[in-house]
C-alpha cells in the first residue's frame, strides 16, 4: 500500500508553504531516527529492515486512529451516496493532476518512449478528457503507469534502507521518503493552489484525500480481517510492492534470497517472542 491518505496543507500568504511543510516533516522523521536508534540495545534482535520498529508501530498507530475517527466514517457516506461513475471521474480527475509525476520519473529512468507517451496521455485526459475526469487516453491505447521518484532511486541503484511510517502518509522508506516532495511539487494542484488560493485548494485537498482513502478501502478491510499483525501486514506488503514497481513486476529471481523482509513476518515475531 503504498500509504493511507495525503495529508492537506494551508497556504500561507504567499500561498507556497507547503514545501516547507513537507521538508519540516522530512526533517522530524529523521530526528525520531537518531532518537530511535540511540535507544537501541546492542543485542542482535533488532531487525535491519525495520530497526526503529519502535518508532514506526507508534507513527502506525496514530494514523490508523485519525482514520478510524475521522476519514472512515467521511468514507462510508461517500461510497454510500455518490455514484460509482462520479466516483471514476473523481479519482480519474486526480490521478491526471499528479501524472507529471509519472511522466517526469518515466524520463528520469531512461524510459523515453514511456515518457513520450506518458506525456501524451497526460495532455489527452486534460483536454479531450475535460481536466482528466474521463480517461479518454486509455481508450486510445495508451495504457496508464505508475512511477516516482522513490522508484527511479530504485533504478538508480539506491538500496531501501529501513522501513519509514510516516503519520498520516503511511509506509515508506530511507529511500521512497524523497519522493514525497517531489511528488508534491510535480502535482498540479500544487500550483492550482498557489494562483486560485486556500479557497479552491483546501476543499480540492480533502475531496482528494477522501477519494484516495476510498480506494483503499477493500485492501484496509482485507488488513484488518486476515491479519494477524497488522502494522506487520501493512509492512510486508508495502516494501514487496515497492520492489515490484521498481523492476516493473519482474524482480530479480534471487532477490527473495537475499532482502530480509521477505522472510515470514509472522515467524519472525513468533521466535522473537519465544526468545524473549
Known amino acids: 500500500m503504498n500509504g493511507y491518505?495525503?495529508?492537506?496543507?494551508?497556504?500561507?500568504?504567499?500561498?507556497?508553504n507547503n514545501l516547507p511543510k513537507i521538508i519540516f516533516l522530512l526533517a522530524l522523521i529523521l530526528i525520531l531516527q537518531g532518537c530511535s536508534t540511540l535507544s537501541q540495545k546492542d543485542g542482535s534482535d533488532v531487525d535491519p529492515v525495520d530497526p526503529h520498529e519502535d518508532i514506526n508501530r507508534a507513527s502506525y498507530n496514530f494514523t490508523d486512529k485519525v482514520d478510524r475517527v475521522f476519514f472512515e466514517p467521511v468514507v462510508d457516506v461517500y461510497v454510500e451516496y455518490v455514484p460509482n461513475a462520479a466516483q471514476r471521474s473523481i479519482g480519474n480527475f486526480y490521478d491526471n493532476l499528479s501524472y507529471p509525476n509519472v511522466v517526469l520519473n518515466a524520463f528520469l529512468q531512461g524510459k523515453v518512449k514511456q515518457g513520450f507517451a506518458d506525456g501524451l496521455r497526460f495532455l489527452v485526459n486534460s483536454t479531450v478528457g475535460l481536466f482528466g475526469l474521463f480517461d479518454m487516453a486509455t481508450h486510445m491505447g495508451l495504457e496508464k503507469h505508475d512511477e516516482d521518484f522513490g522508484q527511479t532511486l530504485g533504478v538508480w541503484g539506491v538500496d531501501t534502507g529501513s522501513y519509514l511510517f510516516i503519520p498520516i502518509l503511511g509506509p515508506s522508506s530511507k529511500r521512497?521518503?524523497?519522493?514525497?516532495?517531489?511528488?508534491?511539487?510535480?502535482?498540479?494542484?500544487?500550483y492550482v493552489g498557489a494562483v486560485a488560493g486556500a479557497g479552491v485548494f483546501a476543499p480540492l485537498t480533502i475531496l482528494g484525500a477522501v477519494d484516495k482513502r476510498a480506494r483503499l478501502a477493500g485492501p484496509m478491510r482485507i488488513r484488518d480481517q486476515a491479519a494477524l499483525d497488522p502494522y506487520?501486514?501493512?509492512?510486508?506488503?508495502?516494501?514487496?510492492q515497492r520492489e515490484f514497481l521498481v523492476y516493473d513486476g519482474n524482480p530479480p529471481l534471487n532477490l527473495y534470497d537475499e532482502e530480509p523482509f521477505q522472510d515470514n513476518p509472522f515467524e519472525t515475531k513468533i521466535k522473537k517472542q519465544i526468545s524473549d
Do not use: G
Request: proline share 3%; no cysteine.
Open 5 to 16: 491518505v495525503q495529508s492537506s496543507y494551508s497556504m500561507s500568504s504567499n500561498k507556497i
Open 176 to 190: 521512497d521518503v524523497a519522493s514525497v516532495p517531489v511528488t508534491m511539487v510535480t502535482n498540479v494542484l500544487f
Open 232 to 240: 506487520l501486514f501493512v509492512r510486508e506488503a508495502s516494501l514487496q
